[in-house]
């Protein structure tokens, strides 16, 4: 089994990202922290039934054999990972734009310097042709606009404006 996680106060770029992982990771089970920002529960309360998500305790954690970590990139932000964090069995992909302070030791990794981890999974999903609905654009969006201030900060890059594109 293939589990897609992301950061605790998840926000609209991280949720976004586990939603995009799905399509990257065909079969994985996305799974989202306790702890989520309030616009983000605001969002899911209306929308949830339209991505595939479940509940972390519907997982069984030791049939775990991949982990899909999105937009972090340090074990401490995840919940309830640690268990996770020993397995020498168990094969991590990171996706992930912090550049600093990273403690995960990936099998793969897409970790490059953009304005939103959306921006790369995007890429991603247009290289290999993955189709998607107007709901899983829209939430990509605002997963992009939310981490980029609309494309404002100084840290947006070209992939971030080729991802809103």
């Keep these: 089994m293939e589990l897609i996680t992301t950061h605790n106060r998840t926000d609209f770029d991280a949720l976004a990202s586990v939603v995009a992982a799905t399509f990257l990771y065909p079969g994985a089970v996305g799974v989202l922290p306790r702890l989520l920002q309030t616009n983000v529960q605001q969002f899911l309360a209306i929308h949830k039934d339209l991505f595939r998500l479940r509940p972390a305790a519907q997982v069984d954690r030791a049939a775990i054999t991949r982990l899909v ?5 340090q074990w401490k932000r995840l919940d309830r990972m640690d268990d996770l964090r020993e397995r020498r069995d168990l094969e991590v992909h990171l996706w992930d734009h912090h550049m600093a302070g990273s403690d995960i ?3 793969w990794e897409c970790h490059e310097e953009v304005g939103a981890t959306i921006s790369l ?5 247009k290289a290999r042709d993955c189709a998607f609905a107007p709901m899983q654009a829209t939430l990509f969006l605002l997963g992009l606009y939310e981490d980029t201030g609309s494309l404002s900060f100084p840290s947006v890059k070209a992939d971030d404006a080729h991802a809103a594109a």
């Design 69 to 73: 970590i999105v937009d972090t990139n």
């Design 121 to 125: 999974m995007v890429r991603e999903m």
């Design 105 to 107: 030791e990936a099998a």
